[in-house]
């Protein structure tokens, strides 16, 4: 029990917190000036989102996922250790509590957040959005008389020099070639030459992967066009033909299926006068599904929500076919947790400092009348 | 009024009466050449023309302002010798050769003068008409730049870039009412023509001349097209010439500024320029109102009836008036932003801050008695002045007090002020009045650079429209910069009188508590202002944080602050400590908020700015080499008293 309280006291300990909060400040300055070069993405993945890297490439440095997990340790310690309970305290309880909420679910929401895009032209509608950080390769295969089979692999799992076998049958991939994102050179409607590879793209929907795959088969039918060329930014599939079976592969960005079909009716792009700049831009949707069957206007300041849904105004494009919106879809079960800790955090300040605050002014006119 | 007080040396002054004299005399002897403006030339006044109104950039303006905006474009200031900057766009507009001669153009590099071939000045301000014999250099040493990648740009190829692009601007505006002039393409005594057109044969007929009549060159050349090219007569020939050139024109003009002749039509409002008519109307259907009252405008200024002048421009407006209230839009009325240009109060106030300074600096030398009391007086005058010019610009614009990087240095002004006169009121005497004074003139002076980047009356990204978040979000984070700034203020005297005086721990330690409590004061919004950002971009882009480099910033701020604070509590920090970290805090907070600007990255773009960076790395070499040296002289000091304290214990 006292070897208990003494490792309690310890990853309790202020010290420990100020350290903590030292490397965080580091991480984030480091972080903030990789974006520059890098760009964001990249910035998130390195310093943000992993729980450790090397600091200019030699130094080993705790990524924030270990530095927020500690300093939850570090919270909830202090909170056993230190913070019993009083009217005294109530600030900075309330401050610490709302911390460790924001902590907490920041922690249970990276593992629930997902985001995706979805973009439609006036009078298009949809039921499912677009992951593009999370590309995947289709198979479907068959024909007429057998019918159809559909497959799909991770491009994250896949790996150049890697076989995959297709069940149950006798057809083998080797991936060639994969870039996480490149141009398709010598692009028509029927094929792709080649890949040039380029640098990760700094925003989510800019990066177009590619690969390039050989088909095998092991019981000797021929196989038309046994080299496939994906590209991620083509929407026209790769086709070979396996004696009477068809085989079709897409490289596509993960399909995400909403609970509604929701489509665009009109937008509106309002302009300041005698300007180009965007004054504000509006997407008049219809919503139809279970449940639901309604018009909504999504605009800068004003997305659609619908449970855990929320679709944001993220971009348009005024194109010869006409009017394109795109929305941001995120779904966030946890959304309401960064408000919860704020308003915790806010009043607990409030508290602390404003009781502070009262007493240090009663001390300060003190001590300036007796002079 | 002035009397001799017998223990005192100076001369006191004593009543109200005295100090409000002072003040406005030396309001006048700063500001006079600023405010008052004589006119040298001689030529009509160009008042009345004043506020009319003009759209730029999206929003509808008084011409004074479009002037001013230009003239700062073009010259880096609000006047020229001898004219206001509406006069002065008189000039340009009605008669272009007389302003040609104007020393407006502000050429920083004297390279660049020799390079053109023409004699650098003393003042770096060139006229149009010195440029225009070199424009062809110019061309070429700008098109060179243009050709490589902005990347390689030196401040030669930027500042050649810029005056070219000023130049062209100023031909369009010294363009807008060349239809009067002679069309050049036209030759003069020309009967053939002149006959064909019913146009006067002794004097060459200018483009507007040529506008009216587009219907008989239209039926001239529908006759010419069913002749051969070989049976066209010179008179025929010099019709399809003239068509092709009027073609061209109409082609190439665009819409270029001012835009000044309103259309209200079901899609919103249009505006256009005089040349940018043409493109809409090609025939004389034109709203010929407005472009006769124009032209009547222009003759008066000419003719220099001052009477002919003022009566035009007030049916102008008239006219204008009515278009709207037909149209149902809202046409504001432009005298508060008349009155705010003319005073320009955040110039009136800075100027008052600096002499509140001046006073404050001498309260604390213990020089003068009494300018403890001038220098309060004059800090409140300022405030006055400040916040009056503060309201002013959220009645123009209808929006909450900060929308954009300079108004940021104005409100954060603001707050700063009233921080020191609130430590003033708690007796912390006269620190307060220091803080207030120094942060409010240092930070109107940094926006007075921003000031020249454009108008900073300027229309909202679709982002920022929401007056809710506007309101919260950068009102907050800008209570919070304001505190931290004004808490590292503090901190300097409190390193100072540690450093390099002799130690008074009563008054380091009252000076300790101030700088704790603004500190204290600036993290509280800085958190606030945070977890309302958040929330905003929890409705605007998604998410509630994404690592922005904005975002990171203030949450660098708020580390910061979470480090010192709870430094203090384990003990490991006290007075000298916390001063340092306050002072660092401020520097942190420049970072964040002009260093990340300069990066150009990141969603908060309506914030990008290159201005500042060589203030802002100077800054942070100041305050590195004021922290490295007290920190040298303090240990220095500290181990003199180690060792005399060895030395009386053995």
């Known amino acids: 029990m006292l070897f208990l309280r003494k490792v309690i006291k310890y990853l309790g300990s202020i010290k420990l917190t100020i350290f903590c909060l030292a490397i965080l400040f580091i991480l984030v300055l480091a972080g903030t000036f990789y974006q520059v070069d890098f760009g964001l993405l990249a910035a998130q993945k390195r310093f943000f989102g992993s729980w450790g890297l090397l600091l200019f490439n030699f130094l080993p440095f705790p990524g924030l996922k270990t530095i927020a997990f500690i300093l939850t340790v570090n919270l909830l310690s202090a909170g056993l250790h230190k913070f019993a309970f009083s009217l005294r305290k109530t600030g900075v309880l309330l401050i610490h509590l709302g911390t460790a909420v924001l902590f907490l679910g920041a922690g249970i929401s990276s593992f629930f957040v997902q985001e995706s895009i979805l973009s439609l032209y006036e009078g298009e509608s949809a039921s499912f959005s677009r992951d593009f950080t999370k590309w995947e390769v289709v198979i479907i295969r068959g024909n007429s008389q057998s019918g159809l089979k559909t497959d799909t692999a991770q491009f994250s799992r896949l790996k150049t020099g890697l076989q995959i076998s297709l069940p149950n049958t006798q057809v083998n991939l080797t991936v060639n070639l994969m870039y996480s994102n490149c141009d398709g050179l010598g692009y028509s409607p029927e094929k792709i030459d080649s890949l040039q590879p380029k640098p990760p793209s700094r925003d989510m929907a800019g990066s177009f992967p590619g690969m390039i795959l050989t088909i095998n088969n092991s019981t000797g039918s021929d196989i038309v066009n046994s080299k496939v060329t994906l590209f991620g930014g083509s929407p026209v599939p790769a086709v070979c033909t396996m004696g009477s079976d068809t085989i079709i592969f897409k490289l596509k960005p993960h399909d995400i299926k909403l609970p509604f079909n929701i489509g665009l009716t009109k937008f509106i792009k309002e302009n300041h006068p005698g300007t180009t700049d965007a004054k504000s831009f509006k997407s008049f949707i219809k919503v139809t599904g279970e449940g639901i069957n309604r018009d909504a206007v999504i605009s800068m300041n004003r997305p659609f929500r619908y449970k855990t849904l929320t679709f944001y105004q993220n971009g348009f494009s005024q194109q010869e076919r006409g009017n394109m919106t795109t929305l941001l879809v995120v779904e966030n079960p946890t959304r309401f947790v960064p408000y919860l800790s704020g308003i915790l955090v806010m009043l607990g300040l409030m508290i602390h400092f404003i009781g502070k605050f009262a007493a240090s002014y009663k001390g300060l006119r003190r001590n300036t009348t007796a002079k | ?650």
């Not at chain 2, 008519?277 to 124009?294: Q, S």
């Not at chain 2, 109060?345 to 003068?368: E, H, N, Q, R």
């Not at chain 2, 309506?606 to 100077?618: C, D, I, R």
């Open chain 2, 1 to 650: 009024m002035f009397t001799r007080n017998k223990k005192d040396t100076g001369i006191m002054l004593n009543n109200y009466f005295s100090r409000i004299l002072i003040f406005f005399c030396v309001s006048y002897f700063l500001l006079g050449t600023e405010v008052s403006g004589s006119q040298e030339k001689k030529e009509i006044s160009a008042e009345s023309f004043a506020s009319m109104t003009v759209l730029e950039n999206g929003r509808k303006k008084p011409f004074d302002t479009y002037a001013r905006n230009k003239l700062i474009q073009f010259s880096g200031k609000q006047k020229i010798k001898g004219s206001s900057a509406n006069q002065w766009l008189a000039r340009v507009l009605f008669n272009p050769s007389d302003a040609d001669l104007d020393l407006i153009f502000l050429i920083n590099n004297p390279e660049i003068a020799d390079a053109l071939g023409i004699t650098p000045r003393v003042k770096r301000r060139y006229s149009f008409a010195e440029l225009q014999n070199a424009f062809q250099k110019l061309n070429s040493l700008s098109e060179s730049a243009m050709q490589r990648d902005q990347d390689s740009w030196n401040s030669f190829d930027k500042e050649v870039i810029r005056v070219r692009n000023n130049i062209n601007d100023y031909y369009s505006l010294r363009s807008t009412f060349s239809f009067m002039e002679p069309y050049p393409y036209l030759q003069k005594n020309d009967t053939t023509l002149a006959n064909l057109l019913g146009l006067s044969v002794s004097s060459q007929p200018s483009y507007v001349q040529l506008l009216y009549r587009s219907e008989r060159i239209s039926s001239l050349m529908h006759e010419i097209q069913m002749k051969s090219a070989d049976s066209l007569t010179i008179a025929e020939m010099s019709i399809v010439m003239l068509a092709k050139k009027m073609y061209q024109t109409e082609k190439t003009v665009g819409n270029p500024s001012p835009h000044i002749i309103p259309e209200i039509t079901p899609d919103g409002e249009k505006w256009y320029s005089l040349w940018g008519l043409i493109n809409v109307y090609h025939t004389d259907a034109m709203p010929t109102k407005m472009v006769n009252l124009l032209f009547t405008m222009q003759e008066a200024y000419v003719n220099q009836s001052q009477q002919g002048f003022d009566e035009a421009v007030k049916q102008y407006k008239y006219l204008l008036t009515e278009i709207f209230a037909a149209g149902n839009v809202k046409l504001s009325n432009p005298r508060l932003e008349l009155v705010y240009n003319s005073i320009n109060p955040f110039l009136l106030s800075k100027i008052i801050y600096g002499i509140a300074a001046l006073f404050s600096l001498l309260a604390l030398s213990l020089l003068w008695k009494r300018s403890h009391q001038l220098s309060v007086f004059f800090c409140i005058i300022g405030l006055i002045l400040h916040t009056s010019g503060i309201i002013a610009r959220m009645v123009i614009m209808s929006h909450p007090p900060v929308t954009n990087l300079y108004e940021t240095f104005i409100f954060t002004a603001w707050v700063s002020v009233i921080l020191g006169l609130v430590l003033e009121w708690v007796k912390i005497r006269p620190m307060g009045v220091v803080t207030s004074a120094v942060t409010g003139f240092i930070f109107l002076h940094i926006a007075s650079r921003y000031s020249r980047d454009g108008d900073t009356l300027g229309m909202l990204a679709a982002v920022l429209d929401s007056s809710f978040w506007l309101t919260t979000h950068i009102v907050t984070i800008a209570l919070g910069y304001a505190g931290f700034v004004a808490a590292g203020l503090i901190a300097h005297f409190y390193i100072f009188q540690k450093v390099f005086t002799k130690t008074d721990e009563k008054n380091l330690q009252l000076i300790s508590r101030a700088v704790y409590g603004i500190f204290v004061f600036g993290f509280i919004f800085t958190i606030v202002g945070t977890v309302f950002g958040g929330m905003w971009a929890d409705q605007s882009w998604g998410r509630f944080w994404g690592w922005d480099p904005k975002e990171n910033g203030a949450l660098l701020i708020i580390l910061w602050g979470l480090i010192v604070l709870h430094s203090l509590i384990a003990g490991m920090i006290k007075g000298t400590g916390l001063a340092i970290s306050a002072v660092i805090g401020v520097v942190l907070v420049m970072c964040t908020w002009v260093g990340v600007n300069l990066l150009g990255i990141g969603l908060h773009s309506y914030g990008f700015s290159s201005t500042g960076a060589g203030v802002l790395f100077m800054y942070i070499g100041f305050e590195s080499v004021f922290l490295i040296t007290s920190g040298i002289v303090l240990s220095i000091k500290s181990k003199g008293r180690h060792r005399n304290s060895v030395k009386v214990s053995i």
